[in-house]
């Protein structure tokens, strides 16, 4: 029976996780469920569960937490703020620990379950994307299990399972990509959040919506390949594949290519993550290949999705530039949401952070920390001055 810690239980990732595991109650037991406001949600979480504590992120919604949870007669601890994520997520009692909090806010308690030695199943990419030095190190100074939930990331570790260390040498990766809901569209001056973030094949929450219409997710994902399986830059592709059928590919100096193939549903690699070495039901529909039709590819267009480049470039130059892309990136999205910016204004505002701001290479978490608030002070610096955009 393994115990697990879902950090960003009521999100996407969160709660698609947890349909997973009420599939094998005799295998996964949950120790503890967080979010950051969604009191309710959490707590109709903590009732079907029945975690042994849930933490709020707002330390302010502590008290409504607990009075939700008096109303659905549910009996978990409660806690509240940062260093409660933390202990949630090295607590000896926990075997496993899902990292699907969004954004760089994830990064403290990831760490943390790094160094506690745990099985870290890790969504959160943008944790890997600010500090993929420390939290590498982490994992092996912890002697933490890294299982990658992405879904990408998932499919490359499922064709390098059994490939040899001797084998990897030229080994090049193909990281698939749906393209967005964008990828015929001429006019990205006037798209509206709510057209950003209707993906055409995976429902997610809205950030890595939009991070997936401006490119942004697939070139946060080249940085979190190139640090999950050591990767050098130039050894790694992106081929647009818009049925999201083919979740990524390894290919050898000999000319094969394995790929790992799926209907597109997070429940499969979180299935992974969760029973590796072994396989579980994930609840996903199978791949029906008789009614698949076509699957076609594509090179990603990077003179209008410049997003992806911003990536490479910060991959290639080093030091802290992809925490700094990455903090970029966060207020823009958010601006964008919120109707401060235009969908365009994203990759203008982060190429501007970027030329802007390229501090040294952070040697601890305290110091990435600064960087991930003064990227975001120089960002929000940057912002039109306006109210919202024309839509
Ligand atoms: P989401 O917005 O649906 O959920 C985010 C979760 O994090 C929620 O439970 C929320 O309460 C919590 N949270 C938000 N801000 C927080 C903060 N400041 N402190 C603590 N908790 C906070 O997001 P999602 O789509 O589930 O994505 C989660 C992560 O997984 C992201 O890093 C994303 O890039 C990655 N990911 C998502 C998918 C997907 O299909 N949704 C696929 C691959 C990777
Ligand atoms: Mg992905």
């Known amino acids: 029976m393994k115990a697990v ?11 698609s996780a947890l349909d997973v595991i009420e599939r094998h109650p005799e295998r996964f037991r949950v120790h503890a469920l967080t979010a950051q406001s969604n009191v309710d949600g959490l707590a109709d979480l903590a009732v079907r569960f029945g975690p042994e504590v849930v933490v709020i992120g707002d330390v302010s919604l502590e008290g409504r937490l607990r009075e939700a949870l008096r109303e659905r007669g549910a009996r978990a601890r409660v806690a509240g703020g940062r260093d409660a994520l933390v202990d949630v997520a090295r607590a000896p009692q926990v075997d496993a620990v899902l990292a699907a909090i969004v954004g760089a806010a994830g990064l403290v308690p990831t760490l943390a379950a790094a160094e506690a030695g ?24 912890g002697g933490a299990e890294l299982l990658p939930v992405d879904s990408e990331h998932n499919a490359i570790h499922q ?39 209707a993906h055409p094949n995976w429902v997610m929450g809205r950030k890595i919506s939009v991070d997936s219409a401006t490119l942004m997710n697939k070139g946060l994902e080249v940085i979190e390949a190139s640090w999950l399986f050591n990767m050098p830059v130039e050894r790694i592709d992106v081929v647009i594949h818009p049925q999201s059928v083919i ?53 990603p267009d990077l003179q209008r999705f410049p997003c992806l480049g911003f990536a490479y470039d910060a991959l290639r130059h080093g030091r802290a530039a992809s925490a700094v892309l990455n903090a970029a990136n966060e207020v823009a999205v958010q601006a964008f949401l919120e109707g401060r910016l235009r969908f365009t204004g994203i990759a203008a505002t982060i190429q501007r952070v970027l030329d802007a701001f390229d501090p040294e290479p952070p040697s601890g978490i305290d110091e990435v920390l600064e960087i991930d608030r003064r990227a ?15 839509q």
């Open 5 to 15: 810690t879902i950090l960003g239980a009521t999100g996407s990732v969160g709660t």
């Open 159 to 197: 064709c390098l399972a059994g490939v040899r260390e001797a084998e990897r040498d030229g080994a090049r990766l193909v990281l698939t990509a749906s393209g967005g809901p964008f990828r015929g569209r001429l006019d990205l001056d006037t798209v509206t959040p709510d057209e950003a973030c």
């Open 247 to 299: 979740h990524s590919m390894v290919e050898f100096p000999d000319g094969s290519v394995l790929a790992q193939m799926g209907t597109p549903d997070m429940r499969t690699p979180l299935a992974y993550a969760l029973a590796w070495p072994e396989r579980v039901a994930s609840g996903a529909q199978r791949l029906d290949f008789a009614r698949l039709g076509e699957l076609t590819f594509e090179a």
């Open 118 to 141: 745990k099985r870290l199943m890790l969504a959160n990419k943008e944790a890997i994307v600010s500090a993929g030095a420390l939290l590498m190190a982490a994992v092996r100074r």
């Open 376 to 390: 975001r002070e120089v960002a929000a610096g940057m912002l039109p001055n306006r109210g919202p955009a024309p």
